[in-house]
């Protein structure tokens, strides 16, 4: 996106140097990175950073209204509702893509958001190694708001661990030794203290939880929770876990309910340049005769599942459940990232973080996905290069 540091990077880069990279980010855990990271971060200049942050205030200024708890009220299936709703989410992501205007301008686009957590220990290690990669300038960072990996890391302890002992805190995830994003998990062991403990190992007596911890019967206090519920009622073979619908003595970081309070359900009550146009499909009056020009997408499914980018009347025509659909304008991706074949198209996800006492999340740091498929996501860039993670540095 900054002509001369990708020109810069472009021809500084070699195949030995990114091989040399990689090592160092396999080396964080071995044989624990288990999804593609892109040849190159992205450079990102200031005015295109305000335009996402003017973007997500707007937004926050819907989630701190009184009236977005009633607002996203049927958002929550009922069948995976928990109790003890917490009053906000503590982690909050907004997805933006790079995108071209009429006016061939960039800009960028919300295509997500999420009240869930994503890769927030890995990318304190990982944009760290991608700085020093990428021969970083110094009036670039890949943090927001003054953060540093220090000051980062501790807002990060403060929030999901505070004043309990460790060991009383968990990160809860199914099959977690399974899952692609593992790495992250073992970072943030690392960084934290905290164990990783799968849902199945997870035992109840009344209304408390416990785990074994090396050994010994050990009360869990608060949940760092990584379990989609979605995801999680598609597994076979579980067996009799745990039923976390249930009214359980624990505190959820963060509490469950807001992955579908801050999602997908939220795009339609937005309104801002940035923020295509989107509408529950049940609430439709009119479909639009440009059907082309929008995007089909389930409320409730992960990683990109479910969505129909060429939509057709025949589309709309098989959807059964019209309340749990959204036709979203479809934005255009811009070819941005020159690479030695093709150019990329680029996402950046902000990290935004949000301590019991304050009354805003703010913005932290971030991570970026290059593509160069029909859309961002592994499935789609298969046997390509110069695609995959990575981290977007700001123009300080």
């Given at each position: 996106m900054i002509k001369e540091l990708r020109q810069r990077f472009n021809k500084d880069f070699s195949k030995e140097k990114y091989e040399a990279y990689m090592a160092k980010l396999e080396n964080l855990h071995?044989?624990?990175?288990?999804?593609?990271?892109?040849?190159?971060?992205?450079?990102?200049?200031?005015?295109?950073?305000?335009?996402?942050?003017?973007?997500?205030?707007?937004?926050?200024?819907?989630?701190?209204?009184?009236?977005?708890?009633?607002?996203?009220?049927?958002?929550?299936?009922?069948?995976?509702?928990?109790?003890?709703?917490?009053?906000?989410?503590?982690?909050?992501?907004?997805?933006?893509?790079?995108?071209?205007?009429?006016?061939?301008?960039?800009?960028?686009?919300?295509?997500?958001?999420?009240?869930?957590?994503?890769?927030?220990?890995?990318?304190?290690?990982?944009?760290?190694?991608?700085?020093?990669?990428?021969?970083?300038?110094?009036?670039?960072?890949?943090?927001?708001?003054?953060?540093?990996?220090?000051?980062?890391?501790?807002?990060?302890?403060?929030?999901?661990?505070?004043?309990?002992?460790?060991?009383?805190?968990?990160?809860?995830?199914?099959?977690?030794?399974?899952?692609?994003?593992?790495?992250?998990f073992y970072c943030t062991e690392q960084l934290l203290g905290i164990s990783t403990v799968c849902l199945t190992r997870l035992t109840a007596e009344g209304n408390k939880l416990y785990y074994d911890h090396n050994g010994v019967k050990t009360q869990v206090k608060r949940i760092y929770n990584r379990l989609i519920f979605d995801d999680l009622q598609k597994q076979e073979g579980l067996g009799n876990?745990?039923?976390?619908?249930?009214?359980?003595?624990?505190?959820?970081?963060?509490?469950?309910?807001?992955?579908?309070?801050?999602?997908?359900?939220?795009?339609?009550?937005?309104?801002?340049?940035?923020?295509?146009?989107?509408?529950?499909?049940?609430?439709?009056?009119?479909?639009?005769?440009?059907?082309?020009?929008?995007?089909?997408?389930?409320?409730?499914?992960?990683?990109?599942?479910?969505?129909?980018?060429?939509v057709t009347q025949a589309d709309i025509d098989a959807v059964q459940d019209p309340g749990n659909w959204i036709l979203q304008r479809k934005v255009k991706y811009a070819d941005v990232i020159e690479t030695p074949d093709i150019p990329a198209k680029a996402e950046i996800r902000l990290f935004y973080f949000w301590k019991n006492d304050w009354e805003r999340p703010v913005a932290v740091h971030n991570l970026a996905r290059l593509s160069k498929g029909k859309m961002i996501g592994t499935r789609y860039n298969k046997n390509k290069e110069w695609v995959g993670g990575n981290v977007a540095f700001f123009e300080m």
């Open positions: 071995p044989g624990a990175l288990d999804f593609r990271n892109a040849e190159t971060p992205v450079f990102v200049p200031k005015e295109f950073t305000e335009k996402m942050l003017g973007a997500c205030e707007d937004i926050i200024d819907v989630i701190v209204d009184p009236k977005f708890i009633s607002l996203t009220e049927r958002g929550i299936p009922a069948n995976v509702k928990v109790p003890n709703e917490s009053g906000h989410a503590q982690f909050v992501v907004f997805d933006f893509g790079i995108c071209e205007n009429e006016k061939g301008e960039l800009e960028p686009q919300l295509i997500e958001m999420q009240g869930f957590p994503t890769l927030y220990a890995f990318q304190a290690f990982h944009s760290e190694l991608t700085a020093e990669y990428a021969n970083l300038p110094s009036n670039f960072s890949s943090y927001l708001n003054g953060y540093t990996k220090e000051t980062y890391l501790q807002l990060l302890k403060e929030i999901i661990v505070g004043d309990l002992p460790p060991e009383n805190v968990i990160l809860l995830e199914i099959f977690p030794e399974q899952q692609k994003t593992r790495i992250d876990v745990v039923d976390l619908t249930k009214d359980y003595d624990v505190e959820w970081v963060p509490h469950p309910n807001w992955f579908y309070r801050i999602s997908k359900f939220t795009l339609p009550f937005i309104h801002n340049p940035y923020v295509p146009k989107t509408y529950f499909l049940n609430e439709l009056k009119q479909i639009p005769g440009d059907l082309e020009n929008y995007v089909l997408k389930p409320l409730f499914s992960f990683a990109g599942m479910g969505v129909v980018i060429d």
